[in-house]
């Protein structure tokens, strides 16, 4: 039986390491959480959240799936929502793709590619949603694009939901953001979608 070995020699060092720095380290992290973030992102191995933002454990809740998608049949990545917002009481909600998404690019093919369609049906609705801006452009700027346009639909179905709706009615601190990564710089962007609860208040005044 292959039992991966080494990866348990990486997590002793990175265990030793850290508490090396901060002996009282993971008692203190064990006893509770108390992020301020919730990060939705995409399930590519190259978009790990605490790395880019240089954060330790405990920070960050995360739910990740193949082009960082949000729908309200869900109940996964829902339930998440819920627990981060009533329970863990985070501050802001974090959109973030990535630029050369693989599911973003695939939904763009006309070929199909199997189980996966059925998920990625939400991304090519996107697309036909916004079919005239894709025009004239060249296959990596609509790549481009459709990654970029895709954080902010998913964005506004957080905000969307009866979960971040309540929150804002009861007058909860929360924000939605919307990010976007390079995977080849190491940069992120943020894509001015950012719309808290003073934000939903004006819009009804």
Known sequence: MKSLKYLFDNNLAWATTIKEKDPEFFSQLSKQQTPEYLWIGCSDSRVPPNQLVNLPPGEIFVHRNIANIVVHTDLNCLSVIQYAVEVLKVKNIIVCGHYGCGGIKAALEE????????????????HRFNAERFEGLTHDEKLDLLCEINVKEQATNIC??????????QGCELSVHGWIYNLENGILKDLDTCVTSSDVNRRKT
């Open 111 to 126: 070929q199909e590619h199997g189980l996966i369609d059925n998920w990625l049906r939400h991304v090519k609705d996107v």
């Open 160 to 169: 969307n939901t009866t979960i971040v709706q309540n929150a804002w009615k």
